[in-house]
């Protein structure tokens, strides 16, 4: 079946450091590849996606690339700010024959930013 | 701009009551999801929806029952409320797959449920 591993959290960097949050899948068929957020007592925004091998998603300063050769799909951020703090869960939808895009989420990874 | 929305954000009920948790969304989406989130599990699915009166479970059913009547809406029931029912629920719509890859879910802002 489809599953995402992401780094273990939680992770706290101070304002303007560098952010990489890795996530490797494994996924029957070809998969569209995701990043949520999640902001305290907040549902999930999506963040940005890649559909094919070698897209870059990016958005608000972040950026991830589908690798297909590696099957990963890491998060980068180049300075975080303290606003960043929030949960972040990869995710895949692999089509797999169905009609629906079953989302398969990743465990999540806690960030905290610190002034 | 897509927007999903939920009933309420936050709800108490007593145990043994009949919860309705209502979702709605603006963008014709023909999927839409139901999940629930408690710490340490993730994100799990309850039940989904590609089509009006169409339903299919998902992972965690048990205890559960959803009602799709029109494309935009879709409802969470929960017969029966127990202790172990308190958690956050969130609902999602997605297009259909399709050949351009947008099928991404999008999510309501949830709606957190204490049942004692």
């Known amino acids: 079946g489809d599953s995402v591993t992401q780094m273990e959290g939680p992770v706290t960097l101070s304002e303007e450091a560098f952010l990489t949050i890795n996530c490797t899948y494994t996924?029957?068929?070809?998969?569209?590849l995701f990043w949520y957020v999640q902001y305290p007592g907040e549902g999930l925004q999506l963040l940005l996606k890649?559909?094919?091998?070698?897209d870059k998603g990016s958005n608000k300063g972040f950026e991830a690339t589908y690798r297909k050769e590696t099957t990963s799909f890491h998060l980068e951020k180049g300075s975080v700010q303290v606003s960043d703090s929030a949960v972040y869960f990869c995710a895949l939808i692999s089509a797999g024959g169905t009609s629906y895009g079953k989302l398969t989420f990743g465990q999540g990874t806690i960030l905290t930013v610190h002034p | 701009d897509v927007k999903v929305t939920q009933s309420s954000r936050y709800l108490v009920k007593r145990t043994g009551e009949k919860v309705f948790l209502e979702c709605v969304q603006d963008m014709d989406h023909e999927n839409m999801f139901w999940y629930r989130q408690d710490p340490g599990l993730g994100l799990r699915l309850i039940y989904f929806?590609?089509?009006?009166?169409?339903?299919e479970k998902g992972d965690i059913p048990e205890g559960y029952s959803v009602s799709r009547e029109k494309k935009e809406r879709f409802s969470l029931i929960l017969e029966s409320a127990s202790t172990n029912q308190t958690s956050m629920y969130l609902c999602?719509?997605?297009?259909?797959?399709?050949?351009?890859?947008?099928?991404?879910?999008?999510f309501g802002p949830g709606t957190r449920l204490t049942v004692t």
């Open positions: 929806s590609y089509d009006v009166k169409m339903k």
């Open positions: 999602a719509s997605s297009l259909r797959l399709n050949r351009d890859r947008n099928y991404e879910q999008y």
């Open positions: 996924a029957t068929g070809y998969p569209s």
């Open positions: 890649a559909t094919k091998a070698d």
